[in-house]
């Protein structure tokens, strides 16, 4: 079964064609960076208007990289929600005109439910129970996906999202856009353990996150050291920064695991492609016999395979989406049951 997957919720312009809900056959990224770069950060009204412009050609190419045109394709899969409306509305447009005019499957699924299911991708069925940290641009969630499938938020952040965090310190810092891999790659130079940070939440506030009392400690601790004439140590700082947010993470996601006596681990979305988070996990998991399911950076970022996959689980459970299917920024997470993966697939 040929699922072409559309993702635009955010800034990628991105579109996959996955076979059996588990093979990539291509999985192609129109990137807007450059287009939201000199803002420092994501402008909806400019990621919307680029997914117009290069939602078709971005599907052009996904069809000739993996050989195939709209009649090899079964079905169309588009992330309905949650981002921004305006650019979910480009993606969600698009997937029902090809559905319709080709006579084809739809199914709308949520963004989060993706980045779950881009696991399947590399590692085959996903274990249930299971506990996963979602850490993207727009999202922290701490999730359990329990034995019958059902989604429960554990926990989220009560403000910045970890992506968002990383993103305001690297522009604060002067690095570049998107911050979180400058700051990755300047922090593999710094001293993690040269300034202590806050660690907002580590031992009340249940599985829930908060990053703006971090933020405003690293604003603080610049304006200090150069109000005093002291030079700023980037690397530094941003090795503390990460080393600060990397602890709670690893903190939260091994104590739910444990408190809801779970053995797998998932971490996924954009800053699970951290590479010090990445370790972290790693390293921790090993110590609690716990097993770590990571797929590869590419697949934890934005991406329309994830969501080729997601859709591809509803729709060979027998689920489609109307061609009334809207987008929805505010899409919930909580309580979703995601259908297991065929075993005709595994
Ligand atoms: O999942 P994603 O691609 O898009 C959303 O759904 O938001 O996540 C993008 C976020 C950005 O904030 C970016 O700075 C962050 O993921 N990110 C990273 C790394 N790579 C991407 N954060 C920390 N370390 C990285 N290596
Ligand atoms: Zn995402």
Request: net charge negative; proline share 4%; hydrophobic share 45%.
């Amino acid at each position: 079964m040929l699922t072409l997957g559309i993702e635009t919720s955010c800034d990628e312009t991105a579109v996959a064609i996955v076979a059996d809900g588990v093979t990539v056959r291509s999985n192609v990224i129109g990137s807007q960076i450059e287009r939201h770069r000199p803002y420092g950060g994501v402008v909806p009204e400019v990621a919307a208007r680029a997914h117009l412009e290069l939602l078709v050609p971005t599907i052009d190419r996904a069809l000739v990289e993996a050989g195939a045109t709209y009649d090899d394709l079964d079905a169309v899969a588009v992330a309905s929600g949650p981002g921004l409306v305006g650019a979910l509305l480009v993606g969600v447009s698009a997937a029902k005109g090809i559905a319709l005019a080709h006579d084809r499957d739809l199914i709308g699924v949520n963004h989060l439910e993706g980045h779950v299911c881009a696991a399947q991708l590399e590692l085959g069925r996903l274990p249930r129970p299971l506990v996963a940290l979602v850490v993207s641009g727009g999202h922290t969630a701490l999730l359990l996906l329990d034995a019958q499938g059902r989604m429960r938020e554990l926990g989220a952040t009560i403000d910045d999202a970890a992506g968002e965090a990383y993103d305001k310190i690297a522009r604060f810092l002067g690095l570049g856009y998107p911050g979180g891999p400058e700051i990755d790659r300047l922090s593999l130079s710094g001293d993690a353990e040269a300034i202590a940070f806050p660690r907002a939440m580590l031992d009340e506030g249940g599985f829930d996150f908060s990053l703006s009392g971090l933020k405003t400690a690293v604003v603080r601790e610049l304006r200090r050291r150069e109000a005093a004439g002291r030079e700023v140590p980037v690397a530094d700082v941003a090795a503390s920064f990460q080393e600060a947010i990397v602890d709670v993470q690893v903190a939260k996601t091994l104590a739910a695991a444990e408190a809801h006596d779970v053995g797998d681990v998932l971490v996924v979305g954009g800053v699970a492609a951290n590479s010090r988070l990445r370790e972290r996990m790693r390293q921790a998991c090993e110590a609690t016999d716990r097993r770590l399911l990571l797929p590869s950076p590419a697949l934890c970022t934005d991406n329309g395979a994830m969501i080729a996959a997601a859709g591809a689980n509803r729709l060979a459970d027998g689920q489609r989406s109307e061609l009334g299917l809207s987008a929805d920024a505010g899409l919930a997470l909580d309580g979703l049951v995601l259908p297991d993966l065929p075993e005709a697939w595994r």
